[in-house]
């Protein structure tokens, strides 16, 4: 029939067992690796991609911690959305912003 020796191929323990913890934390490294991500996309704003109030809050506060009596945080309303934001709510500045945007 067929002419050619065939070789069973033995898997080793150790190379079984390897292989079987690799897989289930390689899906479970690129689940987090997901989920960090997303998480990131939550602390920015989707239109500016500038730090969300709370996150720059969180990051404000950590810096004043680290650095003490030597910084000062100084928040700067440029663009005067604030105004937009109090008065009408934050999608109608949003809305504002992204039609000036273009």
Same mark, same amino acid.
């Given at each position: 029939?067929?002419?050619v020796p065939r070789q069973q191929a033995r898997i080793g323990q150790r190379?079984?067992?390897?292989?079987?913890?690799a897989l289930p934390l390689t899906g479970w $490294?690129?689940?987090?690796?997901a989920l960090h991500k997303q998480l990131a996309a939550t602390r920015r704003d989707p239109l500016t991609g500038l730090l969300r109030r709370d996150a720059y809050t969180t990051r404000a506060r950590r810096i004043l911690a680290r650095h003490g009596d030597?910084? $000062?945080v100084v928040m700067v309303d440029a663009d005067h959305f604030k105004q937009i934001n109090d008065g009408m709510g934050h999608e109608a500045g949003d809305t504002e912003r992204f039609s000036t945007s273009r």
């Open positions: 029939m067929n002419s190379a079984l067992l390897l292989t079987t913890a $490294a690129i689940h987090a690796a030597d910084v $000062a």
